[in-house]
């Protein structure tokens, strides 16, 4: 499955990249597709069976959504944003 | 997913708002300043009476359109989304110093664009130090740095800065005596098109950049972080067609709107120096901030109220940079103002250090 994440901080797309590739789960960071969201920050784009890289999301997570043939489906966002 | 089809939209919406920009000054506006966040921000405080400039006093309604127009299409779109609470006081510090570096160089980056297409080379000197500012920013970003999360907001947060446009546009429209205009002749805030049509280009503008993104700060940003170009295009193509207009309407107008060189450009300076230190000041607070002074507008518009204290934060600078002489001028830039845009510097880098590498939080 691919799934996109996005994040309040640079750093925590970076961050997140390191723990999906820690995984052997392809990564990669890019910024936000329009399409998914109007803010103009970074996001990384991963490859996995499950969504979450780690036993829990990390706090600089916003959303992380899984891309399907229909469009985006989001599988976590973070309380309150 | 529709990375073309995402470059093509921001090449026509740059090439749309070249053209804008290029007509607003056919219009009336001063010459290569169709649009400049930074001075039209600074004409509405003077307008307002924040600061006593009296040659620079105007409520421009590209700014009242920018927002609006933002406002509408994110509205429409169900894009619109109240939100905020990520270091306000800092971005609000921020936003004051990015003016007092676009006051050095005597525009905002949209409008460097802008002087370029109009043959001014001084802003060579502030494209340099825009970029250096920018690769400064970006390596603060790769070290860590950030503002922290944003939260959910009720929905009047988010709405608050659209309506204080609107209050803005009756204002205009009825011109109390409290509200401040430059007389005719008396200055750059005596220059403007028909409220009708600045409003107009301003509703589009904002409208355009809200759908693409265009942001001056995050073109840079994006090619040096993801080799990613999209962004930079709008950057690019609004110099493209803004040139080309330049060039035709001085062909045919008996006006001037394009003239190759340094000296005598309107509204600008010769000091190469400054005009890249105001600068470097300027895309090293926008990179912090997420985006260029457009771009908070645009952001404003959607809701963030982060970016409507961060545009506070410019018209207090603004402000500021004119009652206490810190603003250059076509002569130059002040004493005042080189000290200030040094105290930016070291502000701007203090507040990105801090953000970078200390980690502690405060504890309830």
């Known amino acids: 499955m691919t799934y996109i994440a996005t994040f309040y901080s640079h750093f925590g797309a970076m961050h997140f990249k390191k723990q999906c590739e820690a995984r052997k789960m392809t990564a990669r960071i890019m910024p936000v597709p329009r399409d998914l969201s109007s803010s103009c920050g970074t996001c990384v784009r991963y490859e ?9 999301w990390s706090d600089e997570v916003e959303q992380a959504v899984e891309v399907t043939a229909q469009g985006y489906r989001t599988v976590y966002r973070a309380e309150n944003s | ?13 740059g090439l749309v708002i070249g053209i804008i920009a290029a007509l607003l000054v056919l219009f009336g506006n001063p010459v290569n300043m169709g649009f400049c966040i930074a001075c039209f921000l600074r004409d509405t405080a003077g307008a307002l009476g924040l600061h006593q400039a009296a040659n620079v006093q105007y409520i421009r309604p590209e700014i009242i359109g920018l927002v609006l127009g933002s406002f509408l299409l994110a509205t429409f779109r169900k894009e619109f989304s109240p939100k905020g609470g990520s270091a306000p006081l800092t971005r609000f510090v921020l936003g004051f110093f990015v003016m ?10 949209f409008r460097m ?9 001084n802003a060579v000197f502030g494209m340099v130090g825009f970029v250096c500012g920018i690769l400064l920013g970006v390596f ?13 907001l009720p929905a009047l947060e988010g709405r608050l800065l659209p309506i204080i446009q609107v209050v803005l546009l009756v204002l205009l429209i009825a011109a109390p005596v409290f509200i401040h205009f430059t007389e005719a002749g008396g200055g750059p805030g005596a220059l403007h098109a028909p409220i009708i049509i600045s409003l107009a280009a301003g509703l589009i503008v904002g409208a355009l950049a809200q759908k693409t993104r265009l942001c001056m700060v995050g073109g840079i940003r994006d090619v040096v972080l ?9 950057f690019v193509a609004i110099f493209v067609s803004a040139l080309v207009c330049n060039l035709i309407f001085t062909a045919a107008t008996d006006g001037t709107y394009f003239t190759l060189g340094f000296a005598g450009q309107p509204v600008a300076h010769t000091d190469g120096l400054w005009n890249a ?38 018209v207090a600078g603004a402000a500021f940079a004119h009652n206490f002489g810190l603003a250059s001028s076509g002569e130059g830039p002040t004493a005042n103002g080189k000290i200030a845009v040094v105290i930016g510097i070291v502000v701007v880098a203090l507040i990105a250090c801090f953000n970078t590498f200390r980690k502690d939080t405060a504890k309830a």
Do not use: H
């Open chain 1, 48 to 56: 996995g069976e499950e969504p979450c890289p780690s036993d829990t």
């Open chain 2, 113 to 121: 664009i802008l002087r370029l297409a109009g043959g001014d080379l």
């Open chain 2, 277 to 314: 230190l105001g600068m470097l000041l300027t895309g090293f607070g926008c990179v912090l901030l997420g985006g260029c002074p457009l771009r908070q507008l645009v952001l404003s518009g959607e809701g963030n109220t982060d970016s409507a204290i961060t545009v506070i934060g410019l």
């Open chain 2, 100 to 109: 007092i570096g676009c006051l050095m160089f005597l525009g905002c980056p």
């Open chain 2, 1 to 13: 997913m529709g990375l073309k089809k995402g470059k093509t939209e921001i090449l026509v919406a």
């Open chain 2, 140 to 152: 603060f970003l790769t070290k860590g740095y950030s503002l922290k999360r944003t939260y959910q």
């Open chain 2, 226 to 234: 993801f080799r990613e170009w999209k962004l930079l295009i709008g």
